[in-house]
């Protein structure tokens, strides 16, 4: 069953370093979100992406967060200057259609970021 | 804006008992209803999801029943077992603003444990 897949599982970086989060959706997906969540509370939507331009943003998404699909099969999530708060779960998220339409939302297995 | 609210956020009962999680949600324009079960560490997994065209869907032991007009979602598992323990998580299609972007607004979580 295809999965969608996320790199690095865990990364490290120090406070003000730029971070890349990187996503390979399934392959025959339209819709691409990132989630995150941090230690012990709920999943939080960041932003939802289709047809190579962001549909919607929460007020987490600040101009500290960029998101790209820069070839056929990724999707990145990057933060520019990383802060302490930024430490959660980042999940990746694909769907075939939008929630409402027929589809579910599958999920990545995560990345753990930990700013220092 | 769009909300989510999850109850009780723990459970604990015994194995073969029932458990229901209960959730309200403040956009009447939802109309899909997921439930994830999340273990430790691990991605969110639909276990089941629920259409705004009908009051209930059962799968095996797990069941999902909607009141629109109460904006009250519920899910019943029965017979539980302790491979059910994990953190579950309802959400909702937030399809407030511009267009349609399926983005998902989660409840807080329940920590469901199933004792032998």
């Known amino acids: 069953e295809p999965e969608v897949t996320q790199t690095p599982s865990h990364q490290v970086t120090q406070m003000g370093q730029e971070v890349i989060l990187r996503c390979v959706p399934i392959s025959n997906h339209l819709y691409f979100y990132w989630y995150r969540q941090i230690l012990g509370q709920k999943v939080e939507f960041l932003v939802s992406f289709y047809n190579n331009e962001i549909s919607e943003k929460s007020e987490i998404f600040d101009d500290q967060f960029s998101v790209e699909r820069p070839d056929g099969s990724n999707f990145t999530l990057k933060i520019r200057s990383t802060k302490l708060e930024d430490s959660a779960m980042y999940f990746c998220?694909?769907?075939?259609?939008?929630?409402?339409?027929?589809?579910?939302?599958?999920f990545g297995p995560g990345t753990r970021l930990t700013v220092l | 804006g769009e909300n989510v609210e999850q109850h009780p956020s723990t459970l604990s009962v015994q194995e073969g008992d029932s458990a229901v999680i209960k959730c309200t949600y403040s956009?009447?324009?939802?109309?899909?209803f997921p439930w994830y079960k999340q273990e430790l560490g691990k991605r969110p997994q639909l276990i089941i999801d629920?259409?705004?065209?009908?009051g209930e869907k059962k799968d095996q032991r797990i069941a999902v029943t909607l009141n629109k007009t109460a904006k009250h979602f519920s899910l019943h598992i029965t017979e539980t077992q302790p491979e059910d323990s994990a953190v579950y998580f309802c959400a909702a299609s937030g399809e407030g603003g511009s267009g349609n972007t399926g983005k998902l607004i989660f409840g807080q979580g329940t920590t469901l444990q199933v004792k032998p």
């Open positions: 956009d009447s324009a939802s109309n899909y």
């Open positions: 998220a694909s769907s075939a259609y939008r929630a409402v339409s027929y589809n579910e939302q599958f």
């Open positions: 629920i259409r705004s065209n009908v």
